[in-house]
Protein backbone atom coordinates (compact mmCIF):
# COMPACT_ATOMS: atom_id res chain seq x y z
CA UNK A 1 0.00 0.00 0.00
CA UNK A 2 1.25 3.38 -0.89
CA UNK A 3 0.74 6.23 1.55
CA UNK A 4 -0.47 9.27 1.11
CA UNK A 5 2.79 11.31 1.56
CA UNK A 6 4.10 8.37 -0.76
CA UNK A 7 1.95 9.32 -3.79
CA UNK A 8 2.24 13.29 -2.86
CA UNK A 9 6.51 12.66 -3.56
CA UNK A 10 6.11 10.66 -6.37
CA UNK A 11 3.78 13.35 -8.25
CA UNK A 12 6.20 16.33 -7.50
CA UNK A 13 9.27 14.32 -8.76
CA UNK A 14 7.33 13.65 -11.80
CA UNK A 15 6.08 17.16 -12.49
CA UNK A 16 9.51 18.42 -11.67
CA UNK A 17 11.16 16.10 -14.68
CA UNK A 18 8.38 17.37 -17.21
CA UNK A 19 9.23 21.09 -16.14
CA UNK A 20 13.37 19.74 -16.34
CA UNK A 21 12.52 18.27 -20.10
CA UNK A 22 10.59 21.24 -21.14
CA UNK A 23 12.61 23.83 -20.40
CA UNK A 24 15.80 21.99 -21.20
CA UNK A 25 17.47 22.19 -17.82
CA UNK A 26 18.91 19.42 -15.21
CA UNK A 27 16.33 18.02 -12.55
CA UNK A 28 19.05 19.26 -10.21
CA UNK A 29 19.02 22.75 -11.41
CA UNK A 30 14.68 22.73 -11.35
CA UNK A 31 14.84 21.19 -7.60
CA UNK A 32 17.49 24.63 -6.75
CA UNK A 33 14.93 26.71 -8.33
CA UNK A 34 11.83 25.61 -6.25
CA UNK A 35 14.23 25.30 -3.03
CA UNK A 36 15.28 28.97 -3.66
CA UNK A 37 11.63 30.39 -4.33
CA UNK A 38 10.65 28.67 -0.76
CA UNK A 39 13.32 30.08 1.12
CA UNK A 40 12.47 33.73 -0.44
CA UNK A 41 8.61 32.80 0.42
CA UNK A 42 9.64 31.73 4.17
CA UNK A 43 7.88 28.31 3.53
CA UNK A 44 9.64 24.64 4.32
CA UNK A 45 7.72 23.32 1.41
CA UNK A 46 5.75 23.19 -1.63
CA UNK A 47 2.67 22.72 0.24
CA UNK A 48 3.27 25.72 2.58
CA UNK A 49 3.93 27.60 -0.80
CA UNK A 50 0.78 26.72 -1.98
CA UNK A 51 -1.69 27.47 0.68
CA UNK A 52 0.30 31.04 0.79
CA UNK A 53 -0.65 31.88 -2.83
CA UNK A 54 -4.05 30.63 -2.00
CA UNK A 55 -4.50 33.18 0.80
CA UNK A 56 -2.96 35.78 -1.28
CA UNK A 57 -5.91 34.88 -4.29
CA UNK A 58 -3.00 33.94 -6.59
CA UNK A 59 -4.86 30.46 -7.35
CA UNK A 60 -7.56 28.81 -6.29
CA UNK A 61 -8.69 25.46 -6.08
CA UNK A 62 -11.82 23.82 -6.60
Known sequence: MVTPAAALVTV???ERR???AHL?????TIKGYVSRVLTRLGCTNQ???ALLAQRAGLVTYE
Do not use: G, V
Open 24 to 28: HLTEA
Open 47 to 49: TEA
Open 12 to 14: QIQ
Open 18 to 20: RAA
